[in-house]
């Protein structure tokens, strides 16, 4: 029984950093990626970043250069550090574990229930 565990959303500033985390309970294995996601109300679920077991990363065009995915394999924890917030940046995050992107697919894999996010003055 695979959980995942999101943490640390909260309200933020503009400008302001924030660092979500993704504790998965089991850990006798690892996952062969991680991804966060997020969605505001009224929008498509977008990817945000993903890290693969091997430390390959990938961001979305909106957030690169401000957000850095990394994960702790022992630790089974995955986290989205989040600079240079924006308004727009405001959303649900997700976080999706999965064993193969071609089996699972981008629906796939096990889900948290998710963490908000709101970047507002």
């Known amino acids: 029984q695979v959980q995942l565990v999101e943490s640390g959303g909260a309200l933020v500033q503009p400008g302001g950093s924030l660092t979500l985390s993704c504790a998965v309970s089991e850990t006798d294995f690892s996952f062969s990626a991680m991804r966060w996601y997020r969605q505001a109300p009224g929008k498509q679920r977008d990817l945000v970043a993903a890290i693969t077991i091997g430390g390959f990363t990938n961001y979305g065009d909106s957030v690169k250069g401000r957000f850095t995915i990394s994960r702790d394999i022992f630790k089974n924890i995955t986290y989205l550090q989040m600079n240079s917030l924006k308004p727009e940046d405001t959303a649900v995050y997700y976080c999706?574990?999965?064993?193969?992107?071609?089996?699972?697919?981008?629906?796939?894999?096990?889900w948290g229930q998710g963490t908000q996010v709101t970047v507002s003055s």
């Open positions: 999706n574990a999965i064993v193969s992107r071609i089996t699972d697919g981008p629906d796939g894999g096990y």
